[in-house]
């Protein structure tokens, strides 16, 4: 389950949980994009009315833009010199602020972030994505998605871990129609939904 963050209190929430987790591994807290689109993961089977809904995961995407001086990915890798980004820039998306609290994590809560991904990929059409992803995490998206994750350069060591600069080829990904029907499990009038060329 994720919701968009549209409200005063959703941002709070959003914030709250990001930030726990700069302070907890010594993370850099970048800049809240103005012009990002953020999404609360929430804690399933916490939606009744009357009960406050649970984050437990943020992510973030923002329209790339590789002169962007606070870009969290530009300045720590320069995805701009790759071919694919430079032919396709109005068409990629940074990837920020992706967490999914640790009590949470590998009790099947990833399955929320691939939903948040194909939610933003279906209403933004980004030919890329790209990231610096925490080493685990990478992992796991390339085990999702396999072929059309991409991982380019050398790791990047932090405090506390190492970030892997990732290269996500959204259009790849979504051609798999019936690999998406499996993974995410939707349909929409019996047919998959994919990406405009």
Not at 120 to 126: G, I, K, L, Q, R
Not at 131 to 160: D, H, S
Request: charged share 25%.
């Amino acid at each position: 389950m994720y919701e968009i963050v549209n409200t005063s209190g959703q941002q709070k929430k959003f914030e709250k949980t990001w930030e726990y987790f700069c302070k907890k591994f010594n993370w850099v807290n970048d800049p809240y994009a103005l012009n990002g689109i953020r999404y609360n993961l929430l804690l399933p089977g916490n939606n009744r009315i009357f009960r406050r809904r649970k984050v437990i995961g943020t992510i973030e995407f923002i329209p790339y833009d590789p002169a962007n001086p606070p870009s969290t990915v530009e300045g720590r890798y320069k995805f701009s010199t790759h071919k694919e980004i430079q032919s396709h820039q109005q068409k990629v998306w940074e990837i920020d602020k992706l967490c999914i609290h640790e009590t949470y994590q590998r009790k099947g809560n990833f399955e929320s972030v691939l939903h948040i991904l194909y939610d933003h990929a279906m209403t933004h059409y980004p030919k890329y994505y790209v990231a610096l992803m925490e080493k685990r995490l990478y992992r796991m998206v390339k085990f999702y998605y396999g072929y059309g994750v991409e991982k380019k350069g050398e790791e990047l060591l932090g405090p506390t871990s190492s970030l892997v600069p990732v290269i996500i080829d959204v259009e790849q990904i979504t051609s798999r129609q019936e690999y998406l029907e499996k993974l995410i499990g939707k349909k929409r009038e019996g047919k998959y939904y994919s990406l405009p060329l």
